[in-house]
C-alpha cells in the first residue's frame, strides 16, 4: 500500500536530480534558521511552507507532457509580456522601483513568469524551425528576447534583465548560434560599454565600483561586500560552527537571510561547507546536464539545457557576488536564500527537467 | 531527400547542441573551481586577518568611569558629592535638524529657554559627533514618556550618569573650584600628560580651586570592560571587566562651619578672609566675597548666568584672597618695626616726637600722618598701637628700600605663598633692582617713605598677608598655607595625613617679639586702633588694621569717607591672631571699600575668633558701617 503510494508520488521523478536538491534544500534549512537569529524558528517554518508549495508546483509540473508545455509555451510570453506592459503603464513603485503588478487580489512581480517564459518560447521556437536554421531565425529569437528584457531592465530591475537574458541567450547558444555572430556581438557589446555606462542608474555603477574598491565607503555601498568577506574569511576551513557566526549572528552581515545567505552559510561551515554546497550544485547541474543531453525534441533540450544553465548562473552570481568577484545585483542563493518566490521559480525549472527526463520514452516511441 | 537533409540537419543540430553542452559544462567547472579558489583565498591565506576584523566588529573596549572622589571639609562635612540621574543626550552629528528637533522634544519633556541657550553654547564649543546633555535631571517620568517616544528622536539617548554637585552652593566656592566639561585645551594636557587612556569616558575634569589641583587625585584610575556588541552597536554580553579605581576622597582643611560665620560676617561687602593654623599651616577658611555658585558650571554654564558673573562689577568669580593684590597698608607696620629692630635701626624705648608729618631732608614735600596734629613722642610699642605714619616714614627711610625687601622676602611678601591650588598671584616687595629691571628708573629715597606704612609700590594678596601674619604669631618659623588635610582611599576609608612643610625660621630676637606682639595686643585694646576686635574677649588678640587707598589724594587735600563714592573708599585690611600667647589662628581680611580696618575688618575678624576659640555664634549681627572716624 506504502509502496504504491510511493511509485504514484515518485513516477515522474528523477531520483538521482531529487536526491541532490534534497540534500540542497535540507542544507538551506538550518542556514535559514542560523541566519534568522537562531532563537526563532518562525523564518524556517515559513521557508518550509514555501518549500512544501515548491515542491508541489514541481510535481505538477513533472507531471505537464513536454508536448503541453510547448503548447503553453507562446501564450505564457504572450501573457507574461502584456503583464510586463501593464507594469510599466501601471506597476506600483516600491524601493523606487516599479515591478509589481496589483490584480485586485494579489501584487505581482510579471518578471518572474518570463524566468520561465523567456526560455520555454526560445526552444518553441527554434523547435518549430528545426529544418535548417537560418540567421534570420536567430535575429527573430533576438527579437523575442530582447523585448521582455529590455521592459525588466526599465522597471529597473538589472539583474532580472540580466538573468533573463542570460536564460534566452543560453537557449539560443545551445541551438547554434554561430560562433562568428557570437564573436561580433560580443565584440559590438565591449564597444557599447561605454554607452552602457553612461545609461546605468548612479546606483548601479556603485555597485560596479565598489566591486573593485569596496573600502572607498565602508559604510556605504561597500558595506555589504567588506561585512560578508569578513564574515567568510573569518570562517576559516571548518567554519566557527552552526549557530556561531559572530558576524552573522550579531547582524553585520546585512541581508544575511536572502541575498547575503552565503556569508552565514560560510562563517559557520567554513570552506568545507562551500565546498560541499558546489559539490552538490555540481551534481544538481551534471544530472541537468545529462537530462538534456538524452532529450529527444529540440524543445525539451533547449529547455532541459537553459534551465540547467540558468540554474548554474543563479548560482555563480550569487556566489561571486558575496565572496567580493562579482557587482551585488539582486539575487538569491537557490535554494538556499530565504524566499518563496525564486524556490518556486526554481523548482518549477526542475520540475520541467524532471518532465523531459521521465516521458523521452514516451515521446521517441 | 528532404527527409535525408532533415535527418542529417537533425543529426547536426544535436552535435552541435551535445558539443556546446559539453564546453558549457567545462566553462561550469572552471567557474566553480575560480570560486573554490576565491572561498580558499579568503578562508584559508586570509583566514587570521579575517578573523582579526571580525573579533574588532564584534569586541568593543567600554571604559568604565571611575567615581570621583568626594570632597570632604576636615570635619568629614560633604563639599562636593556625586549622585545618579539620567540625562538626556544628543550626537550632534546625527541630527539633520537640531532646531527642530528639540521643538518636538519639547512636546514631549520639558526644554526650558536655559536648557536651549546653555546647550546651544555647548554646541558651539564641542565637536559634532561628542554627545552634549540636552536636558539633565530627568525625573522617572520624564524618562518614561521619552522612552515611548524614543523612535521619533534618533541620536538622542538617556544615559544614567554621576553628577557632581556642590551642596554648600556658593559656600566656599573659590577653595572647592569646580568642575566642568573637557574642552580642547584640557584635552592637549591630558594628552600631553600621557593620560589620555586614563580619560576615556570621562567628559568632565576639575577646573578650578581644588578641584582644579587636586584633579589627579580625585579622578582615580579608569576601568575597562569587554563588550560584545552587534552591528547596531548594542551591547549584548559582557566578555572580562577589570573594575575601575575611585579617586581618592579629598579631606580640606576647611572648617565648613567656621567658614560659614567667616563669609556670613562680611554680609554685603566684597572682600576676602584667609584664616590659618600658624602651627601647620592648614587653612580653616577661604573666603572672597562675593562667590558663585559652581553647580552652575557643571553641564556647561548657560550665556545668562554667565554674563551675569562675568560682567558683574563685584566680580564674583575673581578669587580676591589668592588673586587680589592690595598695598598692605598699616598692617606692614609689625613687620617694619621687627625690621627696625632686626636691622639695629631702632631700640624699643627710642621715640620721636611727632609732629604730624615727615620730610625727607631737604625737601619741602610733606608725607603726612593720618592724625593731623600728630601723636605726640611715639616709641615703636606705641607707633604700631596707634598707627602711627610719621615714626613709620622715617624708619623705612632709615632701614632702605633693600633692607625692607630682604626683611619682608623672609616672611614670604612678594612671592608666592605656594598654596596647594591654582591661580595665586605674587604680590609685591619692591626693590632697587627690581625698579630698575621694572620701568629703567633708580629707585628715589622719596619711594621708600611711603613703603614704610605698606603703600607705594608694595602689593600683596589677603593669602601672604594671612601667611605672613601666621608665620609672625609662629614666632617665625614660616607658614606654608594649603588646604589638603588628609587624603581618603574611598574603599577602605583609609585616611593619610599630608605632613606640613617644615617652614624655614627667620630668626628674630624673643624680646624684639615680645614688644612687637604686646604692642599688636594693645591695638585691640582702649587707644588702640581695633578696639572692637578685643572688647571684652576671654582671649587675648593682637592685631594690626590697615588701610590701602583706592584714589590717591592730592597735597594738603582731606579725606572724607562719607563724600566719596562706594567704590572710590579706601580697602579696609586686618591682622590679627589669637590667643596671643598661644596662637591657635591667624588671619588676614580684607574688606574692600570697608574705610578702614578697624570699622568694618575687626568685627569680622572678632566673629571669626569668638567661633573659632569659644564656639560661640555671633546672636545679633550689627550691620557693619563705614565709620567716618580717623584711627588708622
Not at chain 1, 511509485?7 to 538550518?30: H, K, N, Q, V, Y
Request: glycine share 10%.
Amino acid at each position: 500500500m506504502i509502496s504504491r503510494v510511493f511509485e504514484i508520488l515518485s513516477r515522474r521523478i528523477d531520483g538521482p536530480l531529487m536526491a541532490a536538491l534534497a540534500l540542497t534544500i535540507a542544507l538551506g534549512l538550518t542556514v535559514v534558521y542560523s541566519a534568522s537569529g537562531g532563537s526563532s524558528v518562525d523564518r524556517a517554518v515559513g521557508q518550509a511552507r514555501n518549500l512544501g508549495v515548491a515542491l508541489i508546483a514541481l510535481w505538477i509540473f513533472a507531471h505537464i507532457h513536454p508536448q503541453l508545455l510547448m503548447r503553453l509555451a507562446l501564450p505564457v510570453y504572450v501573457a507574461g509580456l502584456g503583464l510586463l506592459i501593464g507594469v510599466a503603464l501601471f506597476g506600483d513603485v516600491r524601493n523606487g522601483a516599479r515591478r509589481w503588478l496589483n490584480l485586485g487580489f494579489t501584487a505581482i512581480q510579471p518578471s518572474e513568469i518570463m524566468k520561465i517564459g523567456v526560455p520555454l518560447v526560445l526552444a518553441w521556437y527554434f523547435h518549430r524551425r528545426e529544418e535548417g536554421l537560418r540567421l534570420r531565425d536567430f535575429v527573430i529569437a533576438a527579437v523575442i528576447l530582447v523585448i521582455p528584457v529590455g521592459l525588466i531592465a526599465r522597471q529597473p530591475d538589472l539583474g532580472t534583465a540580466l538573468l533573463i537574458f542570460a536564460s534566452g541567450f543560453f537557449v539560443i547558444f545551445l541551438a547554434g548560434l554561430s560562433w562568428k555572430v557570437i564573436g561580433s556581438l560580443a565584440a559590438a557589446g565591449a564597444v557599447s560599454l561605454p554607452f552602457l555606462w553612461s545609461a546605468m542608474h548612479d546606483y548601479q555603477r556603485k555597485r560596479i565600483l565598489t566591486l573593485i574598491d569596496p573600502m572607498e565607503d565602508p559604510l556605504g555601498a561597500g558595506y555589504h561586500i567588506i561585512q560578508s568577506t569578513i564574515a567568510i574569511g573569518s570562517g576559516g576551513i571548518l567554519g566557527k560552527g552552526w549557530l556561531n557566526g559572530t558576524q552573522a549572528q550579531l547582524d553585520f552581515v546585512p541581508e544575511r537571510a536572502t541575498d547575503f545567505i552565503l556569508a552565514v552559510f560560510g562563517e559557520e561551515f567554513g570552506l568545507v561547507g562551500n565546498v560541499v554546497l558546489i559539490v552538490l550544485y555540481m551534481l544538481i547541474i551534471a544530472r541537468g546536464m545529462m537530462i538534456a543531453a538524452n532529450a529527444s525534441t529540440v524543445f525539451a533540450r533547449l529547455t532541459a539545457g537553459a534551465i540547467t544553465l540558468t540554474f548554474f548562473t543563479y548560482a555563480f552570481v550569487n556566489m561571486g557576488m558575496v565572496s567580493g568577484i562579482l557587482p551585488v545585483v539582486g539575487v538569491p542563493l537557490p535554494m538556499i536564500s530565504y524566499g518563496g518566490t525564486a524556490l518556486l521559480s526554481i523548482l518549477v525549472g526542475f520540475g520541467i527537467l524532471m518532465s523531459i527526463s521521465t516521458h523521452k520514452q514516451l515521446v521517441s516511441s | 531527400m528532404m527527409v535525408g537533409q532533415a535527418l542529417r540537419d537533425q543529426q547536426r543540430e544535436l552535435t552541435v547542441f551535445r558539443n556546446r553542452l559539453l564546453l558549457s559544462g567545462l566553462l561550469i567547472v572552471v567557474a566553480f573551481v575560480i570560486l573554490l579558489a576565491r572561498f580558499s583565498w579568503l578562508q584559508v591565506v586570509q583566514r587570521s586577518y579575517y578573523h582579526t576584523l571580525a573579533e574588532q566588529n564584534r569586541i568593543s573596549v567600554v571604559p568604565v568611569v571611575p567615581n570621583r572622589g568626594l570632597i570632604l571639609d576636615r570635619n568629614g562635612t560633604v563639599l562636593a558629592a556625586n549622585y545618579s540621574a539620567y540625562t538626556l543626550e544628543v550626537t550632534p552629528s546625527k541630527v539633520p535638524s537640531m532646531e527642530r528637533a528639540i521643538d518636538e522634544l519639547a512636546t514631549v519633556i520639558d526644554v526650558t529657554a536655559r536648557d536651549r541657550r546653555r546647550f546651544k553654547k555647548l554646541q558651539e564649543e564641542s565637536k559634532n559627533f561628542e554627545s552634549l546633555p540636552i536636558r539633565t535631571r530627568l525625573t522617572e517620568e520624564e524618562v518614561a514618556r521619552f522612552a515611548v517616544n524614543r523612535y521619533r528622536f534618533p541620536g538622542f539617548e538617556i544615559k544614567a550618569r554621576p553628577f557632581r554637585s556642590y551642596p554648600r552652593g556658593e559656600v566656599a566656592s573659590h577653595a572647592i573650584g569646580y568642575i566642568g566639561r573637557i574642552n580642547e585645551a584640557d584635552v592637549k594636557r591630558i594628552d600631553s600628560q600621557g593620560l589620555a587612556t586614563n580619560y576615556k569616558g570621562t567628559d568632565h575634569i576639575g577646573k578650578l580651586g581644588i578641584e582644579g589641583a587636586y584633579e589627579k587625585e580625585l579622578h582615580g584610575v579608569t576601568g575597562s570592560e569587554q563588550v560584545e556588541i552587534d552591528a547596531g552597536g548594542r551591547a549584548i554580553r559582557a566578555l572580562s571587566r577589570s573594575e575601575p579605581i575611585s579617586g581618592n576622597n579629598l579631606v580640606l582643611t576647611l572648617d565648613l562651619e567656621l567658614q560659614k560665620v567667616a563669609e556670613e560676617a562680611f554680609q554685603e561687602f566684597r572682600g576676602a578672609l584667609v584664616a590659618i593654623d600658624p602651627k601647620t599651616g592648614e587653612i580653616l577658611a577661604l573666603v572672597s566675597k562675593p562667590g558663585f555658585d559652581p553647580n552652575l558650571f557643571v553641564d556647561g554654564i548657560d550665556p545668562q548666568n554667565w554674563d551675569a558673573l562675568n560682567n558683574s562689577p563685584d566680580k564674583p568669580l575673581n578669587n580676591r584672597a589668592l588673586r587680589g593684590q592690595y598695598p598692605p597698608g598699616s598692617t606692614i607696620k609689625p613687620f617694619m618695626g621687627l625690621a627696625g629692630l632686626e636691622y639695629k635701626k631702632r631700640t624699643p624705648e627710642y621715640a620721636i616726637s611727632d609732629p604730624g608729618f615727615f620730610s625727607l631732608p631737604g625737601v619741602p614735600h610733606r608725607y603726612r600722618d593720618h592724625k593731623k596734629d600728630g601723636h605726640g613722642s611715639v616709641n615703636l610699642h606705641k607707633a604700631i598701637v596707634v598707627s602711627c605714619d610719621t615714626y613709620f616714614y622715617g624708619l623705612a627711610t632709615e632701614l632702605g628700600i633693600d633692607s625692607i625687601h630682604r626683611y619682608l622676602t623672609q616672611f614670604g611678601f612678594g612671592q608666592p605663598t605656594g598654596i596647594d591650588i591654582e591661580g595665586e598671584t605674587q604680590g609685591l616687595a619692591p626693590s632697587q633692582e627690581w625698579k630698575q629691571r621694572r620701568f629703567k628708573q633708580k629707585w628715589y629715597a622719596g619711594d621708600t617713605v611711603s613703603i614704610g606704612i605698606g603703600q607705594g609700590y608694595l602689593l600683596t594678596t589677603p593669602l601672604q598677608l594671612a601667611a605672613a601674619t601666621a608665620t609672625l604669631a609662629n614666632n617665625g618659623r614660616v607658614v606654608h598655607p594649603r588646604l589638603l588635610k588628609a587624603l581618603q582611599n574611598a574603599q577602605t576609608l583609609e585616611t593619610r595625613e599630608i605632613q606640613s612643610q617644615e617652614g624655614e625660621v627667620v630668626a628674630i630676637k624673643p624680646e624684639h617679639l615680645a614688644l612687637i606682639k604686646a604692642a599688636m595686643v594693645d591695638v585691640t585694646r582702649p587707644g588702640g586702633t581695633a578696639v572692637r576686635a578685643g572688647q571684652g574677649a576671654p582671649y587675648t588678640v593682637a592685631a594690626k588694621t590697615g588701610t590701602a587707598q583706592v584714589i590717591g589724594m592730592k597735597q594738603g587735600e582731606s579725606y572724607n569717607e562719607k563724600k566719596i563714592k562706594e567704590e572710590h573708599r579706601d580697602h579696609a585690611l586686618f591682622i590679627a591672631f589669637a590667643p596671643a600667647d598661644d596662637p591657635k589662628l591667624a588671619m588676614a581680611i580684607l574688606v574692600e571699600n570697608g574705610g578702614h580696618g578697624g570699622s568694618t575688618a575687626a568685627p569680622i575678624a572678632r566673629e571669626v575668633f569668638d567661633f573659632y576659640l569659644l564656639k560661640k555664634k555671633p546672636v545679633v549681627k550689627q550691620p557693619l558701617v563705614v565709620e567716618d572716624e580717623q584711627s588708622d
